[in-house]
């Protein structure tokens, strides 16, 4: 599992960014910038965020309150999108639930919930009869989540997750993406903060964020 790892705070693979300061962040550092700059879906003078995560992240179930105040304060400066990073290849099961819940119009109720469930509750939801009997006894109808499990727009979504994720350059979770091309992460920041605490880390990459966000309304 490649999931935000705080070991990369030690000594020895921080050194040289003692000037890096979250809220001034320096490219190469804190973040950094898309060679290829990948195409936004926000209009007007919103900026995209997206944040590319997996249900089965320890990281990413501690970043979820702290990314949604974040949102919040941001109002309507920003639009987030969530893509859900598929480890096991192409059927990841984890993204195939993630996307049958968008699909049936219920991530906004079930997201949380399966956070929850994995980190709180212990299930594991790593397979796909696993998945389908948690959704039902969670109180999901089996036959309508059977149908977007199954239907055309999911499974095109699912197969097309590896290509999206190789052209944000997004190979571990969280990694938030900013206006198509600004990529961090709590453990880029950490690095270049000599930050050990998660919470410290999350709150100083928030920081970072509040910065590239204010960077990409600029050119709006």
């Known amino acids: 599992m490649r999931s935000l790892r705080f070991a990369l705070v030690a000594a020895s693979l921080i050194a040289g960014f003692a000037n890096a300061s979250p809220a001034d962040p320096k490219n190469g550092a804190e973040y950094t910038t898309l060679s290829s700059p990948q195409p936004v879906q926000a209009t007007g003078k919103k900026v995209e965020v997206i944040e590319f995560f997996a249900y089965h992240c320890p990281a990413c179930n501690a970043m979820e309150p702290t990314l949604n105040a974040w949102v919040k304060k941001q109002g309507d400066n920003i ?12 059927n990841d099961p984890e993204a195939h639930l993630f996307l049958t819940l968008e699909a049936m119009g219920k991530l906004e109720e079930y997201h949380g919930k399966v956070f929850r469930a994995v980190h709180v509750e212990r299930q594991r939801l790593m397979k796909d009869d696993a998945i389908i009997d948690w959704a039902v006894k969670s109180g999901l109808d089996r036959a309508k989540f059977l149908e977007a499990w199954n239907s055309f727009g999911v499974q095109t979504k699912l197969r097309r997750l590896q290509a ?3 052209a944000y350059k997004a190979s571990s979770t969280p990694t938030i993406v900013i206006d198509g091309k600004y990529v961090v992460s709590p453990a ?3 690095q270049a ?12 990459t928030t920081q970072v964020m509040d910065a590239l966000v204010a960077k990409a309304a600029k050119t709006k």
């Open 79 to 90: 639009v987030l999108r969530r893509i859900h990073l598929p480890f096991q290849g192409a």
């Open 193 to 204: 903060n000599k930050i050990q605490g998660m919470n410290e880390a999350l709150s100083a």
């Open 188 to 190: 880029t920041v950490a």
């Open 164 to 166: 999206v994720a190789e």
